[in-house]
């Protein structure tokens, strides 16, 4: 297990370089298996789940060569293995995008229930909704997701709750259907729209995507293709808002500011600076921030993953401010960790209350998922004194390198190993 030490008080000054979308990254590497050729990804993030999908595929025998640091050349051949390993697929929720993709490609596939952050419940029903509808027969036992089909089909099919991952499994799906099949109520992420340009890139027919309605037209063979994934907006979005908690200065490079719209209003609304150019933003913080509501909605509303990193900000605001989480039940899992550091929060059922401009101090915490770890590390940065922050694994698998980047911007923040302190423990005995 490691952990970070981070020492407070600091203003975070610089700029700093983002790197590809987690989220599309993880949907993009899936779908390369319906191609029949050579795939060149670029601009990938060096995170664990990356990793572990790239493992995936390697599992299954697609041809992996590293062309550097963020670049891959994939060509997928013909696959001998269609179930992915259960120990890999319970380490990201993402996985489940095989179900869609070998479908797709071979009529079948085999996929363990896939694991993730603990967010409160998020069933794949509308997954599954959409492949029955498209002619896929299903079966789940002993934890595995057991999909087939002699030939899909296009359809009409309307999602009951717009979901991003039932968005492009179906769309992964559709992309080889006999026929047309229009997905309505459907998820509008820039992610989406990436993932739908790999796929046209590679042949397919696809429109709509980014608006509610997608239209797609079916075709038997896809080619290779070279592919840039899309910059992280929420890697973006947080070091935004670690630059106005701490009162810094930073500027954010390799963005696309149209992304980022809703938490470049919400910063602005504290009374901190925003500067937008073409490609990157300038976040200037002050002493006195304002409190601010939030609620939090599907893009272009302001996201969910945000929504903890945007509280540590709220705590820096005198006053009261009012956060409404409208995506995940649990996700709050943050607050009672911020609590240890004195922020004073309440929470009632899916509304939680800040009462801000009392200073944080430093305190040993737990990340209890992705996107709280990377807001217990702004409430570190912002405290007074030193902060353990433990089960940083989970930062890991979304963050490319986050601790290298922040020292960049002048933070104090080390990564520790249980085996360091052992190690230390030897040299007293």
């Known amino acids: 297990m490691e952990k970070f030490i981070v020492q407070g008080n600091t203003r975070l000054s610089g700029s700093v370089k983002i790197s590809g979308s987690k989220n599309s990254a993880v949907a993009v590497l899936p779908a390369v298996i319906l191609s029949s050729g050579t795939v060149q990804l670029e601009n990938l993030p060096g995170i664990t789940d990356v990793h572990t999908m790239i493992k995936i595929l390697e599992t299954l025998g697609v041809l992996i060569r590293r062309r550097g640091r963020d670049a891959l050349e994939l060509t997928p051949g013909n696959l001998s293995n269609l179930a992915p390993s259960y120990e890999l697929v319970k380490k990201m929720r993402a996985s489940y995008y095989f179900m869609g993709s070998l479908l797709a490609r071979y009529g079948r596939a085999e996929v363990p229930i896939p694991g993730g952050c603990d967010l409160g419940p998020r069933p794949i ?22 999909l087939s089909a002699e030939k899909l ?156 990193p945007c509280m540590v900000l709220l705590t820096a605001a005198r006053g009261l401010s009012v956060i409404t989480e409208n995506v995940f039940d649990g996700r709050f899992n943050h607050v009672d960790e911020l609590k240890r550091m004195g922020a004073r929060i309440k929470v009632e059922g899916r509304t939680a209350l800040v009462e801000g401009g009392v200073p944080l101090t430093g305190a040993p915490v737990t990340a209890p998922d992705l996107r709280s770890g990377a807001a217990l590390i702004i409430a570190a940065l912002m405290a007074d004194g030193e902060s353990q922050i433990n089960e940083i694994e989970h930062v890991d698998r979304g963050y490319d390198n986050l601790e290298q980047k922040l020292v960049q911007l002048g933070a104090s923040i080390r990564r520790e190993s249980e085996s360091d302190y052992q190690e230390q423990a030897g040299d007293l005995e």
């Open 125 to 146: 029903d509308q997954h599954l909704k959409g492949f029955t509808a498209l002619g896929a027969t299903i079966n789940i036992e002993h934890g595995m997701i057991n």
């Open 153 to 308: 089909v296009g359809a009409h099919i309307y999602l009951d709750v717009v979901s991003i991952g039932a968005t492009i499994n179906l769309m992964l799906a559709a992309a080889a259907a006999e026929g047309r099949t229009v997905l309505e109520n459907v998820a509008k992420e820039p992610e989406i729209v990436d993932v739908a340009n790999f796929l046209n890139a590679m042949g397919a027919s696809i429109r709509g995507a980014g608006t509610d309605v997608i239209r797609i037209d079916g075709v038997r063979k896809f080619s290779g293709a070279r592919h840039t994934v899309i910059p992280d907006r929420i890697e973006a979005g947080t070091f935004m808002l670690a630059a106005a908690s701490t009162g810094g200065s930073v500027i954010v490079e390799d963005v696309i500011p149209k992304h980022l719209e809703a938490i470049t209003a919400k910063i602005r609304e504290t009374g901190a600076t925003v500067e937008v150019e073409p490609e990157r933003i300038k976040v200037k913080g002050i002493e006195s921030l304002a409190p601010s509501d939030l609620k939090t909605f599907p893009y272009p509303g302001f996201p969910t993953d945000l929504q903890p």
